[in-house]
């Protein structure tokens, strides 16, 4: 039904759109403290990594549905009123937690940044420490994969 097409599509939407949305407000917060601490401290290659950690969200959010389209193969016309409202809500919390996780992370890094602007040597402690929100994401694809996994078949 072309109904149930729809509403994946929307879930679709949701989980690029909200990860797109997560990853920017991150990178941009990040992206700012870099922009303060270049004036005291121009460690240039450790601000842009920490920068662009909180991007990956947003890749997280196109792998969602390029395993739900292209290795699934689940977003088709004949697709089942279940497997819609499953892609809708896989969707739905994917894009959630991504949102969140790259703006948390965007401000763990915007505080190593700081940090760092300010002579501390703590661009390692500031990788390990933004893992932690990262890796919520990284669930969130896990549990997004193991739902088109499961309405594969």
Request: include cysteine; charge should be positive.
């Amino acid at each position: 039904m072309e109904m149930n097409l729809l509403i994946a599509y929307l879930g679709i939407a949701i989980m690029i759109g909200l990860s797109g949305i997560g990853s920017a407000f991150g990178v941009t917060i990040a992206g700012n403290a870099a922009l303060g601490a270049m004036k005291k401290n121009a460690a240039f290659g450790n601000y842009l990594i920490l920068t662009a950690l909180p991007g990956t969200q947003g890749l997280y959010g196109f792998a969602g549905y390029f395993l739900l389209q292209n290795i699934f193969g689940l977003l088709t016309p004949a697709m089942t009123a279940i497997q819609a409202a499953a892609i809708l809500g896989a969707g739905i919390a994917m894009g959630l937690v991504c949102l969140f996780s790259a703006i948390r992370q965007g401000q763990v890094c915007a505080s190593g940044i700081v940090a760092i602007g300010q002579g501390y040597k703590v661009f390692g402690n500031t990788l390990v420490l933004a893992v932690f929100p990262e890796l919520y994401a990284i669930i969130s694809l896990a549990a997004t994969y193991l739902i088109g996994s499961g309405l594969a078949g």
